[in-house]
């Protein structure tokens, strides 16, 4: 599909056999071209049915141009019917948005090229006569419908760095204290406030080992320490 919703249509039909009759084949267009695998075909249009005489043809492909598919109204909208004379194992049928548009509603199956979205169809063992309807409800991207996901990409991304920065702070903070004396930092970074004979019980230390731990936090001012009764209450400070 071009930026002016005109439609290059390229059709290619593969036949179990070779083909050495006439097929009619409806749709309406110009700049019509038909070839096989080994060349340009003869054809004869007239009145929106193509007549092609293949040549013991094992491989069709028409390209051409449409002017009449998309429909503008309060919303875009490419619609086209097919049907052919003949027996068709396999079609397949791929419509190409212009740059810039998105698809709100289709009977075909949505994807992209990495530039524009595609919309595709696969049909098996249709039979003669027998009508498929392609259908895109299709509309312009909005420069706030991308911000608003870029906003919130861009804060996810910010919370994530702030996370992984802060941890690595934290890992570098720690090189400085023994394991005993970071497992005692760790619990006071979750309760905040603890009595210290909790944290010697919770870790199987001695007091004496637990003393000189919260000496040297206090030295290093992370600490607040309250005497209360026969132990303390130890307060995190940062």
């Known amino acids: ?9 390229n059709i290619t039909i593969k036949f179990d056999s070779p083909v050495n009759k006439e097929l009619n084949y409806m749709f309406s267009g ?33 390209s051409f141009h449409s002017n009449d598919l998309v429909y503008k109204n309060e919303f875009l909208l490419f619609f086209t019917q097919f049907s052919t004379e003949f027996s068709i194992e396999k079609l397949n049928i791929e ?11 289709t009977s075909g199956i949505t994807g992209s090229d ?18 498929k309807t392609l259908s895109i409800r299709f509309e312009k991207l909005e ?20 996370r992984y920065y802060k941890k690595r702070e934290h890992e570098k903070f720690l090189m400085g204290f023994s394991e005993d004396e970071r497992k005692v930092i ?7 406030e603890i009595y210290q004979n909790k944290i010697e019980k919770d870790l ?20 607040d320490k309250k005497k209360k009764g026969r132990t303390n209450k130890i307060i995190w400070k940062s």
């Open 30 to 62: 110009y700049d019509i071209s038909v070839s096989d695998e080994n060349g340009k075909l003869d054809y004869i249009f007239d009145e929106n049915i193509i007549k092609i005489f293949p040549r013991n043809s094992t491989e069709l492909i028409i």
């Open 143 to 162: 420069k706030t419908d991308i911000v608003f996901p870029l906003v919130i990409a861009f804060v996810i991304i910010i919370f994530f760095l702030i």
């Open 186 to 192: 760790e619990i006071l970074k979750e309760k905040k």
């Open 1 to 9: 599909m071009q930026n002016d919703f005109s439609v290059i249509e």
């Open 95 to 105: 419509v190409k948005l212009p740059e810039g548009y998105v698809v709100s509603q």
């Open 114 to 131: 990495g530039k524009r979205i595609t919309v595709k169809w696969n049909f098996e063992n249709v039979k003669p006569k027998e009508e």
């Open 204 to 223: 199987h230390f001695s007091r004496a080992k637990m003393t000189r731990i919260v000496a040297k936090l206090q030295e290093k001012k992370l600490i």
